[in-house]
């Protein structure tokens, strides 16, 4: 089984700063990309940020310059620095990884984190 934990969310101020991190735990060959959404009451889940296993980014238009997305292929995990916090930010945040391929074989197109929450106050 693979699973996504994430870690990080928090209650923070409008300006503040914050670190999710997400850890892929299981026997993984290789990744081919994760990245981070978001989603909030009555909108639908978003993409904020990814990276292939190449380490090509790629951001939501309202992140760029703020977030910065990274990786640790040994540890299986990837990090979102998230500076200059807006409110507009608040929404819980969700791990994803696709293109899971586990050892001896096997095969997970995409797998979904639980979630963490970020607040960001006004």
């Known amino acids: 089984q693979v699973q996504l934990v994430e870690s990080g969310g928090g209650l923070v101020q409008t300006g503040g700063s914050l670190r999710l991190s997400c850890a892929a735990s299981g026997s993984i060959f290789s990744i081919n990309a994760m990245g981070w959404y978001r989603q909030v009451p009555g909108k639908q889940r978003e993409l904020v940020a990814s990276i292939s296993i190449g380490g090509t980014e790629n951001y939501e238009d309202s992140v760029k310059g703020r977030f910065t997305i990274s990786r640790d292929n040994v540890k299986n995990t990837i990090y979102l620095q998230m500076n200059s916090l807006k409110p507009e930010d608040t929404a819980v945040y969700y791990c994803?990884?696709?293109?899971?391929?586990?050892?001896?074989?096997?095969?997970?197109?995409?797998?979904w984190g639980q979630g963490t929450l970020v607040t960001v106050s006004s």
């Open positions: 994803n990884a696709e293109g899971v391929a586990i050892i001896p074989s096997g095969w997970y197109p995409e797998v």
